[in-house]
């Protein structure tokens, strides 16, 4: 049989498309950005996550030469602001600076309605390690007398988290099941009264991360033990790391980073990813992120997805053990 020839015609109209779409896409990303961008946070207004988008935000809208607009979509661990998100349209025109706890944390403790895969990975922009900290009236001046006075006195002692299945929480799971011991939950209603329970000796132990805690631990209210991280904290450099003390799986930082809706130009993608390196990369926000409690850093969009990918695992390991819920 003859093999079936496309029209000639046909052909060169299909070229013509083909041209269209290609030249049509170029187009819009050099004519890119002709509005403001909106830049989603998942958390309320006030917040350690809001407070380093702002500081971003101004810098990057310099660079891009339009404005960089904070939106915040709180509620529901953080899933609200992701899904919102995803489910943007995939213009150029709406980005969102996350934490893993809507990534790593949220869909192993409940059906999300998105996965992974849903998003475009751009870069990190820094970083807060979790820090090990007591009341200074508890007596405990070590992670090894910490640890000590848990196993010998098993369910005495209590720690607060921002509630079940938050950071907090999670990272105190961590370390009671490499330190094996027992040291019971009692979870508040957000960060900030976790902080006040431990500061009124309602508890007497919390894995938080350092921004909130600095000024407590400088005045001399809380000790910090141990810094959950892989290196030193620079605000913190006389206090050990969680490694040092023969503990080097307990790590909980948390990590923040610019993701997209799957879809975005890559020509804009690389803009925008660009322009956030940029930015974290100037001295003076670097400074400024460091006065936050916070270490900047960038990565590459696969390094930033395989990031997220392992604190997922990590995070479903320890939900398993613990068994924890949202309840």
Do not use: C
């Not at 132990?205 to 001399?220: E, K, S, T, W, Y």
């Amino acid at each position: 049989m003859t093999p079936t020839r496309r029209p000639f015609f046909a052909t060169i109209a299909l070229s013509l498309v083909g041209g269209l779409f290609i030249t049509g896409t170029a187009a819009q990303a050099e004519d890119w950005p002709a509005k403001p961008i909106k830049l989603i946070v998942p958390y309320a207004a006030g917040g350690p996550t809001d407070a380093i988008a702002r500081l971003l935000a101004t810098k990057v809208g310099a660079t891009l030469g339009k404005p960089v607009v904070v939106d915040n979509r709180a509620g529901a661990g953080g899933t609200i602001g992701v899904d919102a998100t995803v489910k943007a349209s995939a213009d150029g025109y709406t980005f969102a600076l996350v934490a893993p706890g809507p990534l790593a944390g949220m869909p192993n403790l409940m059906k999300a309605p998105y996965a992974l895969d849903d998003l475009q990975y751009l870069t990190l922009v820094a970083k807060i390690p979790s820090v090990l900290v007591v009341n200074s009236k508890s007596g405990i001046d070590s992670l090894e007398a910490l640890v000590k006075k848990a196993k010998a006195e098993p369910d005495k002692l209590s720690y607060s988290s921002a509630g079940p299945g938050t950071t907090p929480h999670i990272g105190m799971e961590i370390f009671k099941d490499q330190a094996k011991i027992n040291i019971l939950h009692v979870p508040y209603k957000g960060a900030a009264p976790a902080i006040t329970g431990l500061l009124g000796g309602e508890v007497q132990v919390a894995m938080v991360d350092l921004l909130p805690v600095m000024a407590h631990i400088n005045n001399g209210s809380l000790k910090a033990l141990a810094v959950a991280a892989a290196s030193r904290a620079p605000q913190l450099p006389n206090v050990p790391t969680t490694a040092e003390k023969g503990l080097p799986k307990v790590t909980m930082e948390t990590t923040y980073g610019i993701v997209a809706p799957k879809g975005v130009p890559a020509a804009i993608a690389t803009r925008v990813r660009e322009a956030f390196v940029s930015a974290v990369n100037a001295p003076e926000m670097k400074q400024q992120l460091l006065q936050q409690g916070a270490l900047p850093v960038t990565a590459t969009s696969a390094e930033y997805q395989q990031l997220i990918q392992a604190e997922s695992a990590k995070w479903k390991d320890i939900i398993g053990k613990a068994k924890i819920t949202l309840e």
